[in-house]
């Protein structure tokens, strides 16, 4: 029995522009106010892009608008602690497991023995901030952070000063999560400098495209397919993989798997991003979000855009992307 999924470019687009044109007016979901600039950004818009393995771009709306990049960048900061330790060291440091819980919960760092469970939530990623080199160094931790996320983007990314402002008059929970950590011996860099940094990651300004072409590397292993350069070793590609796929939309982390079959992240601001292990990577910014954080569009696009393809990580499927007019079976 052949067991390949074959699609062609021209399915793939249409699914794209389908979902795009079919949730357009969809007004559900309401932009994140906790950081008053998120609740400024022009909630109507909407785009969506991918990124395939020999670099050609589908890009529909509004792919060129600059967002903050909010969690997706624990993302890319979980990579760069990948490069720097290996695998081993981020399990025993950090961990790799879901919380079943809120983002920025501070009982889930409670309850999993002091451990910040995974960089994919906000103890994490603080934890994982701590660890990025060079340690005592935030200008060169900083350096570190930017260029490794425009590697993954394939172009500059640079920060939002307003948002990177907003965010910080306003993450008192993530300082109680930072010193918390702190009493745990699980931040290894001084807190506030930390705190800080993980702060100005998030307010770092990328579009849908961009954030598409981070999906792509990762789905490509390590391998930018815009610059043709290669940005973190094969090995962690399904290491990162993994994180996404148990918990990059938090406590709804199990229920996304089930119904859509894509590993995700999401982001406070409208990004989600989805990786499709050597098929391509996906991005959809739509700022409504739902009550766990969730861009309600993003969601909504990827879920069609799959089920559309017929496809969905666990169906045991190889997905082939054929030139010629495809032959489904
Ligand atoms: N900067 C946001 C925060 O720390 C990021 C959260 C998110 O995107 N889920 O709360």
Request: aromatic fraction near 8%; charge should be negative; proline fraction near 4%.
């Amino acid at each position: 029995m052949n067991r390949d999924r074959r699609i062609t470019r021209e399915e793939l687009k249409i699914a794209v522009h389908d979902a795009y044109f079919g949730l357009k007016d969809n007004k559900d979901g309401k932009n994140a106010d906790y950081i008053p600039y998120l609740a400024s950004v022009d909630k109507d818009l909407f785009g969506i892009a991918v990124c395939l393995p020999d670099g050609e771009m589908i890009t529909v709306g509004d792919c060129s608008y600059r967002f903050g990049i909010e969690s997706i960048s624990k993302v890319a900061t979980a990579i760069l602690v990948l490069k720097d330790y290996g695998s081993g060291t981020l399990l025993d440091m950090i961990g790799a497991d879901a919380t079943g819980m809120p983002f920025n919960s501070v009982l889930a760092i409670l309850l999993e023995n002091e451990h910040p469970s995974t960089p994919l939530v906000n103890a994490g990623a603080i934890s994982a901030v701590s660890m990025v080199c060079p340690v005592g160094n935030g200008r060169g931790k900083w350096d570190a952070i930017v260029k490794n996320i425009a590697e993954l983007c394939g172009s500059e990314v640079t920060l939002i000063d307003e948002l990177y402002r907003s965010e910080s008059v306003s993450n008192h929970n993530n300082r109680a999560i930072a010193w918390l950590l702190k009493s745990y011996n699980r931040i290894y860099d001084e807190p506030e400098m930390s705190l800080d940094l993980y702060t100005r990651q998030c307010s770092l300004g990328v579009t849908a495209t961009q954030l598409s072409i981070m999906a792509g590397t990762i789905a490509c292993g390590g391998y930018n397919p815009t610059t043709g350069k290669r940005v973190f070793d094969e090995i962690y590609a399904e290491k990162v993989t993994s994180l996404l796929a148990s918990v990059g939309l938090y406590e709804h982390t199990g229920d996304w798997m089930f119904s859509c079959g894509i590993p995700a992240k999401s982001g406070v601001s409208g990004g989600i991003i989805g990786v499709l292990p050597g098929i391509f990577g996906i991005a959809v910014f739509a700022p409504p979000i739902d009550s766990s954080g969730n861009s309600v569009k993003g969601q909504l696009a990827l879920k069609q855009i799959m089920d559309n393809l017929g496809l969905h990580i666990f169906n045991g499927k190889r997905a082939v992307m054929v030139e010629e007019k495809a032959v489904t079976l």
